[in-house]
């Protein structure tokens, strides 16, 4: 069975600290994928970025970082410098493919950066 | 390039009527996608649709139905609505020249049921 832990629940910085989301992803298949996506208050959910397991490379875009590790399934995301327009909830999210396609999203964790 | 849509934004039932959601994808996307966002038990995949054909479908009641237009557009259909049924209910869709290619989601359709 796959399943996606997003221990934190909520995390609250002030602006401009760093601040680390952890997801950790549980699946038997040997090929996955995994996403990370914000939903602002809004309420729509936005693409942030998509990664393959074979694919361990860390990623940076801008303030964005994302930290692959599969020897602990675990692929966290983390904002540098955060502001205040970063407050949402962010969802860790995996997809074995193939035939189901669909997503399997961990419980969110909101993020409130105070001014 | 337009996102996807979704319509209406909000949608208020009452217990035992149908409701029915509409998504529109981005264009040149095949693929359609729902999910629901219910208050306490996150986002739960509820269908997939490719080429008008229902391709998975989530753990939910037979009472939710959907279909794929040859336009690629999709609907949802929720039959005898339950005061459960009360959630945010997302639409994405994705091209299909990849894998697990990532989905782009729409604003969402917010249906209250009393």
């Known amino acids: 069975a796959q399943k996606v832990t997003q221990a934190q629940t909520e995390i609250s910085v002030v602006e401009k600290e760093d601040v680390t989301l952890d997801c950790v992803y549980e699946?038997?298949?040997?090929?996955?994928?995994l996403f990370w996506y914000k939903q602002p208050p809004s309420g729509e959910l936005v693409f942030l970025i998509r990664r393959n397991s074979f694919d361990e490379q860390n990623e940076i875009s801008g303030r964005y970082s994302w930290n692959f590790q599969k020897s602990t399934s675990s692929f966290n995301f983390t904002i540098t410098a955060s502001q205040v327009v970063d407050s949402a909830v962010y969802f860790c999210a995996l997809s074995v493919g193939g035939a189901t396609n669909k997503l399997i999203f961990g419980t969110g964790t909101l993020l409130a950066v105070q001014p | 390039e337009a996102g996807v849509t979704q319509s209406p934004t909000h949608l208020i039932k009452t217990r035992g009527q149908q409701a029915t959601l509409r998504c529109s994808p981005i264009?040149?996307?095949?693929?359609v996608y729902w999910y629901q966002q219910a208050l306490g038990l996150g986002l739960q995949f509820l269908l997939w649709?490719?080429?008008?054909?229902?391709?998975n479908r989530g753990n939910f009641p037979p009472r939710f139905s959907g279909r794929q237009f040859p336009n690629y557009s999709s609907e949802l259909n929720v039959n005898a609505l339950e005061l459960e049924d009360s959630a945010l209910y997302l639409c994405?869709?994705?091209?299909?020249?990849?894998?697990?290619?990532?989905?782009?989601f729409g604003p969402g359709t917010r249906l209250t049921v009393l």
């Open positions: 264009s040149g996307h095949t693929s």
């Open positions: 699946t038997r298949d040997t090929t996955y994928y």
């Open positions: 994405a869709s994705s091209g299909r020249e990849r894998l697990s290619a990532e989905q782009f």
């Open positions: 649709y490719d080429e008008g054909e229902e391709r």
